[in-house]
């Protein structure tokens, strides 16, 4: 065995000698049944054993995954087609928590592509960073398409790992001596995009959620009665009062929220409660409850 081959790279390093970008190598590896994800780590397969992978320890990153270079002539890594291009439906095979129209609405607050009545517009800013103006060959509707490389571009994985219910499947694994972009933060100040100061993380998705899709919200809004009740979110377009309900809601909170739940009723407001178990789900969830309302998202 000749020293080069016996040389181990980290799946990032090997990413890097291939020219990839590093979140497509792991979902190409993980496609191939070399790794597979389980909680927060990444472990090697059988079949991923028998290509050469094996495991690092690092006192700092703890386990990560290393490859022989000679992995770097595979036929199955040579042929990955590097120079593809992507469009938001395709980012959510890096994102699985994200819908593709919240996808969207992330590039275009980015002021990557606009939204208007022939479909998604890219700007001069996404034309800087590569996208290109694409056109549906059955409705003829507009798109936009990527580079590949833009699913390692340290701006969308911020703002995308931030829009997930949990930090992206395919995120790098943590490695020595490298920055982990994916870290989801602690919750002790938890901030919405537009600056709101939020009480949990499922207020925060939902905060963002409305931002992305441009409704105009308060947060923390008195309802309309002489009891001193707060919903979550107000949105003055519709009437409509949101509120969030946690896995664990305080006692004291309970009650005052059982309370706003009577008073909507009394007062015949229009309202909509998120749960816990609606956060991988948003989209549908909040996209279907304010239609029903006549708001088109």
């Known amino acids: 065995m000749s020293e080069d081959d016996e040389k181990l790279l980290s799946t990032t390093a090997l990413a890097r000698e291939l020219e990839l970008p590093v979140q497509q190598l792991f979902v190409t590896l993980r496609d191939y049944g070399w790794i597979e994800r389980r909680a927060e780590a990444w ?11 094996s495991y690092r320890d690092s006192r ?30 395709s980012l959510k095979r890096f994102y699985p928590g994200l819908h593709p129209r919240q996808i969207n609405r992330a590039l275009a607050e980015l002021g990557l592509q606009q939204h208007s009545i022939l479909g998604w517009e890219l700007t001069e800013l996404g034309r800087a960073w590569g996208g290109q103006q ?9 798109f936009v398409t990527w580079p590949h490389e833009i699913v390692d571009h340290p701006v969308v994985c911020r703002e995308l790992s931030r829009l997930s ?15 982990d972009l994916f870290s989801p ?9 537009d600056g709101h100061q939020l009480q949990s993380a499922l207020e925060r998705l939902v905060c963002d959620w409305l931002y992305l899709a441009q409704l105009a919200h308060a947060h923390r809004r008195m309802l309309p009665c002489e009891e001193t009740l707060q919903a979550d979110f107000y949105l003055p377009q ?33 309202s909509i409660e998120v749960n816990q178990q609606d956060e991988s789900r948003l989209d549908e969830v ?12």
């Open 43 to 53: 472990l090697l397969t059988p079949k991923g054993e028998y290509e050469g992978g």
């Open 60 to 89: 700092r990153f703890g386990r990560y995954i290393v490859w022989p270079s000679k992995l770097l002539q595979h036929p199955l890594l040579s042929a990955i087609e590097s120079n593809q291009r992507i469009t938001a439906a």
């Open 134 to 142: 694409a056109e549906s060959e059955n409705s003829g509707s507009f």
């Open 165 to 179: 219910a949990k930090t992206p499947a395919e995120a790098a694994d943590r490695e020595e001596g490298e920055r």
């Open 185 to 193: 933060g602690t919750l002790d100040d938890v901030k919405g995009m």
């Open 238 to 270: 519709g009437n409509i009062y949101i509120d969030c309900w946690g896995e664990d809601v305080p006692a004291g909170e309970l009650s005052s929220r059982l309370r706003r739940r009577e008073v909507y009723r009394e007062l015949g407001l229009r």
């Open 286 to 297: 909040l996209g279907r409850a304010l239609l029903a309302f006549g708001i088109r998202c």
